[in-house]
């Protein structure tokens, strides 16, 4: 009696599963939900960090002293939104209204 012998679809089978399998299994990452700014600016001075509620409202997010010359602040972790970037010398502040986006940095001159 002759042997079963299986043919070449039969033997592939195997594989194209483990492949179909393995290809289903993703390690999907979740969607960004925080954003950053990096922004330069002239001129030595205060600087603060505001949302638009804040500005009104509130206590600075971040705030400090600047130096002459050209200054780079960096600030990560933001949710995104609106944010007014306030800077220059007492009494004298310039407001700049900055945008944040999940999963951007994005960058200001001012």
Same mark, same amino acid.
């Given at each position: $009696?002759? !042997?079963?012998?299986?043919?070449?679809? $039969?033997?592939?089978?195997?594989?194209?599963?483990?492949?179909?399998?393995?290809?289903?299994?993703?390690?999907?990452?979740?969607?960004?939900?925080?954003?950053?700014?990096?922004?330069?600016?002239?001129?030595?001075?205060?600087?603060?960090?505001?949302?638009?509620?804040?500005?009104?409202?509130?206590?600075?997010?971040?705030?400090?002293?600047?130096?002459?010359?050209?200054?780079?602040?960096?600030?990560?972790?933001?949710?995104?939104?609106?944010?007014?970037?306030?800077?220059?010398?007492?009494?004298?502040?310039?407001?700049?209204?900055?945008?944040?986006?999940?999963?951007?940095? !994005?960058?200001?001159?001012?």
């Amino acid at each position: $009696m002759p !042997r079963y012998q299986p043919n070449w679809r $039969m033997k592939l089978l195997p594989a194209v599963l483990v492949l179909l399998v393995a290809g289903g299994c993703k390690d999907d990452d979740p969607a960004p939900t925080t954003g950053g700014l990096v922004i330069s600016f002239s001129g030595a001075g205060r600087y603060a960090l505001y949302t638009e509620t804040l500005l009104r409202t509130g206590p600075a997010l971040y705030e400090g002293t600047s130096g002459t010359g050209t200054n780079k602040l960096t600030f990560d972790e933001l949710h995104p939104g609106t944010y007014i970037f306030q800077r220059g010398p007492a009494g004298n502040n310039f407001n700049e209204a900055v945008q944040v986006a999940a999963g951007k940095q !994005r960058e200001y001159t001012f």
